[in-house]
């Protein structure tokens, strides 16, 4: 969109201020921008933004249901990138209005409009939100097993590595001890193990250790002790 189009940057404003928790001041800006639409485009953009800051689903319903006329009247790679969250605003009115059919039919049209929708967090975001209104949807007809793989696990991790940007790295695996995990009495053991195999002792410096050298004579020579010898 064109940042230099008034009806955008009212529509930006607007945004920021929502951003801020300033609603009626959104509300407002919006509404300032739909009356300074001139054309099908603009309409389309602005009618938009207003559908958010109504009062009753069938009041969204209307607004959002002429955005997506307006749309269709520009017909242009413009707004090729807006169908997909019409469709999805639609599906919700009709939801939250009772309509179940017509919902899901949106959200049907709402899936094939995604790939026109730039690559980046909003798009996996709109991914994940069709797939979660469908699945909703489907009623408990479509609920899984428990501990099954939810589909749109991979849809979270997208969003994830979209936020972390290209080529960020993964956080590094714990190595693991072959024979299961380890803990600091473990590899206490392990080395008492090590020193017995390699002095023939216990490891532990004890009576084991005193038998054993006296089994094999003195170390260095006759006439050395121990002590000595160190």
């Known amino acids: 969109m064109d940042p230099h189009n008034e009806v955008v940057g009212l529509c930006a404003a607007g945004m ?7 609603r009626a001041r959104a509300r407002e800006l919006f509404e300032r921008a739909w009356a300074a639409a001139g054309d099908d485009y603009e309409r389309c953009v602005a009618a938009h933004y207003v559908a958010r800051h109504q009062d009753t689903p069938a009041a969204t319903l209307r607004w959002n249901e002429d955005c997506l006329r307006y749309a269709d009247a520009v017909g242009d790679d413009r707004v090729a990138g807006f169908r997909a969250s019409l469709h999805l605003n639609i599906a919700r009115a009709r ?3 009772g309509d ?3 919902a899901r039919a ?3 049209l709402a899936a094939e ?3 026109a929708v730039p690559e980046g967090e909003y798009r996996n975001w709109l991914r994940l939100a069709v797939a979660d209104g469908r699945r909703a949807a489907a009623g408990p ?7 099954a793989r ?11 590595a979209d936020r972390a940007g290209p080529g960020a790295a993964r956080p590094p695996r714990r190595p693991r001890h072959p024979r299961g995990r380890r803990t600091p009495r473990h590899d206490a053991a392990h080395g008492a193990r090590h020193r017995l195999v ?6 532990r410096g004890g009576a084991g250790d005193r038998r054993a050298d006296r089994a094999r004579g003195p170390r260095n020579g006759p006439g050395l002790s121990r002590g000595a010898a160190r």
Do not use: K, S
Not at 16 to 22: F, L
Not at 198 to 203: D, E, F, L, N, P
């Open 198 to 203: 390699a002095g023939g002792g216990t490891g």
């Open 16 to 22: 920021a201020a929502e951003a801020a928790g300033e």
């Open 141 to 147: 007809a479509a609920a899984r097993p428990r501990g």
């Open 113 to 115: 409009h995604i790939p």
């Open 100 to 102: 179940h059919e017509p």
């Open 95 to 97: 939801r939250d209005l």
């Open 150 to 160: 939810r589909p749109d696990q991979g849809l979270v991790r997208a969003r994830q």
């Open 106 to 108: 949106h959200l049907a």
